[in-house]
T-cell receptor
Framework: KAGVTQTPRYLIKTRGQQVTLSCSPI?????VSWYQQTPGQGLQFLFE???????NKGNFPGRFSGRQFSNSRSEMNVSTLELGDSALYLC?????????????FGPGTRLTVL | AQSVSQHNHHVILSEAASLELGCNYS??????LFWYVQYPGQHLQLLLK??????LVKGIKGFEAEFIKSKFSFNLRKPSVQWSDTAEYFC????????????FGKGTTLSVSS
């Protein structure tokens, strides 16, 4: 079974631009969660989507948004980029999004904001 | 607020030495506990998890962890480390009401010399 895939793997943007990152979960998984990883803050939960609905959201500004499609693929969007948005963005999928499920992580998208 | 604390930022060991990585959490309700590992150049992957039952859980590659509820701790152990265990280790917690929102510690980098 293929793992979680994320595209693109690397991205360079300038302040004020917007960016869209994509995540394809493991086949059959219906829950997709997004995390931001930075050296200073570590791994922080952004949001979770299940059956095309946002089910849970972390403490991030409204510039961070996402969506999920009927095939469970998910996208996250960051508008009006700031230098502090430079990070590794990780996507994780799980079968039903229950707290007991194992989350399988993708390789991440490395976003650099100049 | 929920939080996870990992005591050691960087641990350096020789092969065959024993390993114990500390993890303490702050959470008011029932928790589910995880250890994830990130080998150089690879995805985050699950080492082991605890939901209920026997507080001593065994994971992959000879790792184990003990949940001590009275100490709010979930320390990771391995009797004899190998060079291939060089990686970053993350402790994480999910509350029963929190869906998939993993709360991670800042991570511990383990360097094993041969």
């Amino acid at each position: 079974k293929a793992g979680v895939t994320q595209t693109p793997r690397y991205l360079i943007k300038t302040r004020g631009q917007q960016v869209t990152l994509s995540c394809s979960p493991i086949s059959g998984h219906r829950s997709v969660s997004w995390y931001q990883q930075t050296p200073g803050q570590g791994l922080q939960f952004l949001f979770e989507y299940f059956s095309e609905t946002q089910r849970n959201k972390g403490n991030f500004p409204g510039r961070f948004s996402g969506r999920q499609f009927s095939n469970s693929r998910s996208e996250m969007n960051v508008s009006t980029l700031e230098l502090g948005d430079s990070a590794l963005y990780l996507c994780a999928s799980s079968f039903l999004g229950q707290h007991t499920d194992t989350q399988y992580f993708g390789p991440g998208t490395r976003l650099t904001v100049l | 607020a929920q939080s996870v604390s990992q005591h050691n930022h960087h641990v350096i060991l020789s092969e065959a030495a024993s390993l114990e990585l500390g993890c303490n959490y702050s959470y008011g309700g029932t928790v589910n506990l995880f250890w994830y590992v990130q080998y150089p150049g690879q995805h985050l992957q699950l080492l082991l998890k605890y939901f209920s039952g026997d507080p001593l859980v065994k994971g992959i590659k000879g790792f184990e962890a003990e949940f001590i509820k009275s100490k709010f701790s979930f320390n990771l152990r391995k009797p004899s480390v190998q060079w291939s265990d060089t990686a970053e280790y993350f402790c994480a917690v999910i509350g029963n009401q929190a869906g998939t929102a993993l709360i991670f510690g800042k991570g511990t980098t383990l360097s094993v010399s041969s």
